[in-house]
């Protein structure tokens, strides 16, 4: 089994569903693999496709989760970002509850 790594890979497409958030990513190796976030309550996205990820690191309070909190705070999950590797901005938040990460065959 190969392990997943956030660092120097592209977001390629990301993909909404009722309460999940697929995003479709392309790794340092050329490998491509599907990131599924599960429970989303909301996302923001600034120029987050086509993006070279430096990493993702996970928030407790973003400016998204506190909004969100607005909506109903006992549901507020994980602040999930992503930074792009060109400036160091945060491209894409993702608040969840989890998320799991499949290699593409």
Known sequence: ???FQFSDGTIERITCEHERIFIEFLDWQEERW???F???LGFKSVG???AEVS???V???TPLS???AVID???VGFNYCFTCARDWNVVLTIVASEYTAEKCS
Request: aromatic share 4%.
């Open 34 to 36: 599907i990131i599924t």
């Open 73 to 75: 705070p006992s549901e």
């Open 1 to 3: 089994m190969t392990e």
């Open 38 to 40: 599960e429970n989303v």
């Open 55 to 57: 990493e993702m690191f």
């Open 59 to 61: 928030k407790d309070v």
């Open 48 to 50: 987050a496709v086509g």
């Open 66 to 68: 506190q909004e969100l």
